[in-house]
């Protein structure tokens, strides 16, 4: 995590997200929504907590990232900054500035780690 650059650049969102398994979390109650892998071919994978998975492409766009599922977010691309809030723990924001899903390499997160942006 560079301390003086909260926001992932390219290199960075590719390092984090590119060929890894990487967990979801809601930034409000920091419980796991999710476990995606996003795969260096360009496609990504999740699988829901509340059940059920979906499949779709991934890829970096300058600064952001975008996500296009079948069925999740009704199969919508979606464009997505980084940055970072701990280490291994970074909060992704769609392109307006809103709030979307906290991601870690950590299986879990709780009050202690200090993540909430």
């Known amino acids: 995590m560079p301390a003086n650059e909260p926001r992932l650049r390219s290199k960075d969102i590719e390092a984090f997200l590119s060929n890894r ?3 979801a979390f809601d930034p409000s109650t920091l419980k796991r929504v999710a476990t ?3 795969h260096p071919n360009g496609e990504c994978s999740a699988l829901f907590e509340a059940g059920g998975g979906d499949d779709g492409h991934w890829g970096i766009a300058g600064e952001t990232y975008w996500t296009k599922y079948r069925a999740f977010r009704d199969g919508s691309k979606n464009v997505f900054y ?12 769609y392109i307006d500035g809103s709030r979307a899903f906290l ?14 942006p």
């Open 21 to 23: 398994t990487t967990y």
């Open 36 to 38: 995606v892998m996003y």
């Open 82 to 93: 980084l940055e970072w809030v701990a280490k291994d723990v970074v909060q992704a924001y």
């Open 103 to 116: 991601q870690s390499g950590q299986s879990e997160l709780d009050e202690t780690d200090d993540v909430r």
